[in-house]
């Protein structure tokens, strides 16, 4: 069935180094991938979209990489700050309405 | 930065009651959502809404759920008769196209808890 998934729940990493946050999806028939940062007590914000006709997209200091292929979803954040700590979610559309699917979540921690 | 807004923060109810969650959508924006997340959980999908009906809506918005655009600015969200499991944040979101071209805004939320 459609699934949005990640595949650590959990991801500590340096003030200053680089954070890649994975994803995997598995409805082929999406087209529409967003990355949304959680801070705690807080709603989900918007960080980066992709449609499926594009591999990278980039913003500040973060990247989003589409594998079609293998129905994988990456955001990489470079120079990883202790501003960055929050959960971060895919979600995915199918394009047949608004609706997301979002996936479980990974917990960003920021060690100074 | 215009903003979705949402009241109450935080509802405190007791099973069986009837709740109301409400939200202000970002002004120009005609897509309306809301979602639920039950504590270290995903985001979940509950109901779209567009053209003041009900675009589409998930297994979890079963007939104790209501949505309702009742003037200009508004969007509520009626759970009927809580139960404990309705415990859960609730946001509410809206964009000015549909999702796939362009973002959906969420709102902070609104903790919901059933006792």
């Known amino acids: 069935g459609e699934s949005v998934g990640l595949h650590l729940p959990t991801l500590s990493v340096q003030e200053g180094d680089n954070s890649i946050i994975n994803c995997a999806y598995s409805n082929s028939a999406s087209d529409y991938f967003i990355w949304y940062k959680q801070e705690s007590g807080k709603g989900p914000q918007f960080i980066i979209d992709i449609r499926s006709n594009m591999d990278k997209r980039q913003g500040q200091r973060v990247t989003v990489l589409l594998n079609k292929t293998v129905k994988h979803l990456s955001l990489q954040i470079a120079a990883t700050q202790p501003g960055d700590s929050a959960v971060y979610f895919c979600?995915?559309?199918?394009?047949?309405?608004?609706?997301?699917?979002f996936g479980q979540g990974t917990e960003l921690s920021v060690k100074p | 930065e215009p903003e979705v807004t949402q009241t109450p923060s935080h509802q405190v109810t007791q099973m069986g009651q009837e709740v109301i969650l409400r939200c202000v959508p970002i002004?120009?924006?005609?897509?309306f959502y809301w979602y639920r997340q039950i504590l270290g959980q995903k985001v979940e999908f509950l109901v779209s809404f567009y053209n003041n009906e009900i675009s589409e809506k998930s297994e979890i918005f079963d007939d104790q759920f209501s949505v309702e655009r009742p003037d200009g600015s508004n969007f509520t969200l009626k759970i009927r008769s809580t139960k404990l499991e309705d415990s859960a944040m609730y946001f509410c979101?809206?964009?000015?196209?549909?999702?796939?071209?362009?973002?959906?805004?969420f709102g902070p939320g609104t903790r919901l808890t059933v006792t």
């Open positions: 979101a809206s964009s000015s196209i549909l999702a796939g071209v362009g973002e959906q805004y």
């Open positions: 002004s120009n924006h005609l897509y």
């Open positions: 979600a995915e559309n199918d394009n047949q309405g608004g609706k997301l699917i």
